[in-house]
């Protein structure tokens, strides 16, 4: 059902955006009509990765709750909102996966009390919230004028391959972290 949904708006933003900007676009400067289509793909992409992931913290939170670790910093609140509050949205959400990953480590046993605090944590984890940042900061190298056509297309190239390797990683850390999630 949602892979249904991505296609067809995928389908009405194409079909809004191709007669006025796509067709001149690709005849002016086929380079930057790609760079231009890969953005606007990727965006959409990225915002329902952005929504996934929003819930699964939520869901993540919301067992480790149930696993009796005090002295816990965050709540399911928390798990949600800090994505939503500038500049704490860098920080927040990883303090919050910290503790997701050192609450869930399997080495505890319930109820876990303290000894959460004791565990390591996930080094890709570490590595996908450093190259999602990264993404996003040479993404935003477009926001500043003047950019070249050229160098436009490359920044839009670069940054979408930051977001894939984001999105490996993303997807190793949930698979790590949601293994330890569920009860045996």
């Excluded at 676009?25 to 959409?44: E, Q, S």
């Excluded at 926001?143 to 984001?166: D, M, R």
Aim: proline content about 6%; overall charge negative; charged content about 15%.
């Amino acid at each position: 059902m949602g892979f249904v949904v991505i296609v067809l708006g995928i389908q009405v933003v194409m079909d809004w955006v191709e007669p006025f900007f796509v067709e001149d676009l690709f005849d002016a400067n086929p380079t930057l009509g790609t760079a231009m289509l890969v953005g606007l793909l990727a965006g959409v992409f990225l915002l329902t990765n952005f929504i996934l992931t929003i819930v699964w913290f939520y869901r993540a939170y919301s067992y480790i709750q149930t696993r009796g670790a005090t002295g816990r910093t965050w709540s399911t609140g928390w798990a949600v909102g800090a994505w939503f509050i500038p500049m704490a949205n860098v920080i927040i959400p990883k303090l919050i996966l910290n503790e997701i990953d050192r609450v869930s480590h399997p080495d505890l046993e319930d109820p876990v009390g303290d000894a959460w605090r004791d565990q390591p944590r996930t080094p890709i984890a570490d590595w996908w919230w450093v190259t999602v940042w990264l993404g996003y900061g040479v993404g935003s190298l477009t926001w500043i004028p003047p950019v070249a056509e050229t160098q436009f297309a490359a920044i839009i190239f670069g940054s979408w391959g930051l977001y894939c390797i984001a999105l490996v990683l993303e997807g190793v850390t949930i698979l790590k972290l949601g293994s330890r999630l569920t009860r045996p």
